[in-house]
């Protein structure tokens, strides 16, 4: 089955990928080699990260894409391979997944959204940003270390005390 998916040179896009096993935290146990796997893809397959939150379970993010090129598909499962073949094997394993030689880490899906003008790019990164909060994690934004957070308020866009008095009315994009 192909799945119709937004193709657009040089677009921006927020995307929400998930762990196969929602129970696990994986992705912050073995944050280093999620790191590596980015790092490598980026290399050869270069993309922006305009936002990003690595959560136990799942990580959203926004990329934007070269000018020539709109094969984030490509990427991530790079990314998804790239990070599975960096831990040990034993996870369970669906009938359908070892037909495939699959490794049984990551949902096989993922949610993408083609982010259309400033106030779509603004409201997801936002969302982004509060999502620890939202799950639980931290009391705030700036409490939670895997998130660009931090490279945005390093740079001035955002207060370190975002969210912190202000009630957040966010969507619940890509969950």
Request: charge should be positive; proline fraction near 7%.
């Amino acid at each position: 089955m192909r799945y119709r998916r937004s193709v657009f040179p040089g677009g921006t896009y927020f995307f929400t990928v998930n762990l196969a096993d929602r129970r696990l935290d994986t992705l912050i146990r073995h944050i280093g080699n999620l790191r590596e796997a980015v790092r490598k893809v980026k290399a050869n397959h270069p993309f922006d990260i305009v936002a990003l939150v690595v959560l136990p379970d799942h990580l959203h993010s926004v990329w934007r894409l070269p000018p020539d090129d709109a094969d984030y598909p490509v990427r991530w499962s790079l990314i998804k391979s790239c990070f599975s073949r960096a831990l040990a094997s034993g996870e369970p394993i669906a009938d359908s997944r070892n037909a495939k030689r699959e490794r049984g880490v990551w949902q096989r899906r993922y949610w993408e959204h083609q982010i259309r003008d400033d106030a779509d790019l603004e409201r997801h990164v936002d969302y982004i940003h509060f999502n620890p909060v939202k799950h639980g994690y931290s009391q705030r934004p700036s409490e939670w270390p895997y998130s660009t957070f931090h490279r945005y308020v390093a740079r001035g866009v955002l207060p370190d005390d975002w969210c912190v008095d202000a009630a957040r009315d966010l969507p619940s994009y890509g969950e």
